[in-house]
């Protein structure tokens, strides 16, 4: 492997390139120019920050979603342009790092060319697992995780099988809520929800990680990804984000991976796994700077975006893919100043009481619970 990767620079197609994930990348793939070259940029609407980037990287192929005023000679424009970026000969790997459902198309185009599929889009994974799995294993494609949690446990489980395995903890910062009581959280604003403790990152996960949603979506994901059953996976608030997850193994033994809270690396080891290589931009680990690191128990109580995505996952069908809608139609209206936070929870879980039992079995199946939770969830508003 290790001589594989250094043969040709190989080519990496990033959407959503102007993000919170999109510009970490860059910063990666500006350090590690003999290993990869850029081949494709794509970015919702940023056409400013994308125009920069494609001056920097010269990449092949320039895609934007929802184009401005202004055309670009040569860009690729509408929702289309996350496929062709994808397929394209000279990408290797996709750096799949567009916020929600609208990534899925992609994902599964790249799969079944037999890329490998670096996943920052974890929205794709939870809404249609089974068919993203399939789409892995037909296509010879690789998913590999770039939320730190995910990258956490396949770097701790790389190299060991599957069986192995009795238990994962995913560790959650518990976000800015952490300490709030019931009263204070009745409250809360959409500054407060955006003030994170310990992650910069884009505004749609910064509130699912308040709400805990964010913690929901992860535990799908790891059961996908890694072929967890729910009842071994786990999650603990870990207030420091240093632990980024733990996995038990059948002789009791436990292992964590350890780090800043920063992404750099979960990019940079999603790009190079199973190998590893030298990043100057990685910052340094320092135990005694970073102590204490302490642990607690998940007040789900508080949170009830946590359970109720966690039971849509047990549940399977199509549960997953309305919880998933049903969180990013709340969240964006709540980002819009429209509803309270704690009305983000009460409308996922009347979405899922509308439609937790739509099947899940195909693709159009999955579209179709995905919009009907949306529409629910904009028409519940709008009366
Ligand atoms: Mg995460």
Redesign the pocket.
């Known amino acids: 492997m290790g001589a594989d990767v250094s043969a040709r620079p190989r080519g990496i197609a990033i959407l959503g390139s102007t993000g919170s994930i999109g510009t970490t990348a860059l910063r990666v793939l500006e350090r590690q120019g003999s290993r990869f070259r850029v081949a494709a940029l794509t970015a919702f609407n940023n056409a400013g920050l994308l125009e920069q980037q494609v001056a920097q990287f010269q990449p092949g192929f320039v895609g934007i979603v929802a184009n401005g005023s202004e055309p670009h000679a040569g860009w690729h424009v509408g929702p289309q342009c996350l496929v062709d970026a994808v397929q394209r000969d000279d990408v290797d790997i996709v750096l799949n790092a567009v916020v929600g459902a609208v990534g899925l198309e992609a994902t599964l185009a790249a799969l079944a060319r037999g890329k490998r599929v670096a996943l920052a889009n974890k929205e794709t994974l939870v809404m249609a697992g089974a068919l993203v799995t399939a789409a892995c294993a037909s296509g010879g494609g690789e998913l590999i995780p770039v939320?730190?949690?995910h990258s956490a446990i396949l770097q701790c489980i790389t190299g060991r099988q599957g069986v192995d395995v009795r238990r994962v903890i995913i560790t959650a910062s518990g976000g800015p809520f952490r300490e709030w009581t019931p009263e204070r959280l009745a409250d809360a604003t959409l500054e407060d929800a955006l003030r994170h403790p310990t992650w910069q990152m884009g505004r749609k996960i910064t509130v699912d990680s308040a709400t805990l949603a964010?913690k929901a979506l992860?535990v799908i994901e790891a059961h996908f990804l890694f072929g967890i059953p729910y009842d071994q996976i786990e999650v603990v608030v870990h207030p420091q984000s240093i632990v980024h997850s733990l996995v038990e193994f059948v002789d009791g033994s436990v292992l964590a991976q350890l780090g800043v809270p920063s992404m750099e690396l979960p990019v940079l080891y999603a790009l190079t796994h199973p190998d590893r290589v030298p990043d100057s931009g990685v910052q340094p680990f320092d135990p005694v700077a970073h102590s204490p690191l302490t642990f607690e128990k998940i007040r789900s109580e508080q949170f009830p975006a946590f359970a109720l995505g966690v039971a849509a996952g047990r549940r399977g069908g199509a549960a997953p893919a309305v919880f998933n809608a049903a969180n990013e139609a709340a969240v964006s209206l709540f980002l819009d100043g429209r509803i309270r936070f704690q009305n983000i929870g009460s409308l996922i879980a009347s979405a899922l009481d509308a439609f937790g039992d739509l099947p899940g079995d195909s693709r159009e199946a999955i579209l179709a619970a995905d919009s009907a939770a949306r529409r629910f969830v904009q028409e519940r508003f709008a009366c």
């Open positions: 939320d730190s949690e964010n992860e």
